[in-house]
């Protein structure tokens, strides 16, 4: 099984940038899909980002395309999230998960594996 752990968000200026990192262990990392959900106060855990395990395939929320990147680097066991242009609506617990198969889903029963997040605070 893979575990993961959360890191790099903070507090940014609308318009700035942060990069979250999540670093992962387990045999099977390189196996499976990787996903970032992010959930707001008295919202609900929603999808931002995936990838395939070969990282050659990405998905993204439509409220973040063109914004967000996400990567992997199967040789260090880490997914990583570029955010650009961050805006207030942006702010929110950020969570990565690692998937059940290869090819990432869009929800989060199609996630095990959850790190405890990284708060991400954008101010306007």
């Known amino acids: 099984q893979v575990q993961v752990v959360e890191s790099g968000g903070g507090l940014v200026q609308a318009g700035g940038s942060l990069r979250l990192s999540c670093a992962a262990s387990?045999?099977?990392?390189?196996?499976?899909?990787m996903g970032w959900f992010r959930q707001a106060p008295g919202k609900e855990r929603e999808f931002v980002a995936g990838?395939?395990?070969?990282?050659?395939?990405?998905y993204y929320a439509d409220s973040v395309k063109g914004r967000f990147t996400i990567s992997r680097d199967n040789a260090k066991n880490t997914v990583y999230l570029q955010m650009n242009s961050l805006k207030s609506e942006d702010t929110a617990v950020y969570y990565c998960?690692?998937?059940?198969?290869?090819?990432?889903?869009?929800?989060?029963?199609?996630?095990?594996?959850w790190g405890q997040g990284t708060q991400v605070t954008v101010s306007s």
């Open positions: 990838i395939t395990w070969s990282g050659r395939g990405t």
């Open positions: 998960a690692a998937g059940r198969t290869a090819i990432p889903g869009w929800n989060t029963a199609e996630y095990d594996s």
């Open positions: 387990g045999r099977f990392f390189s196996n499976l899909a």
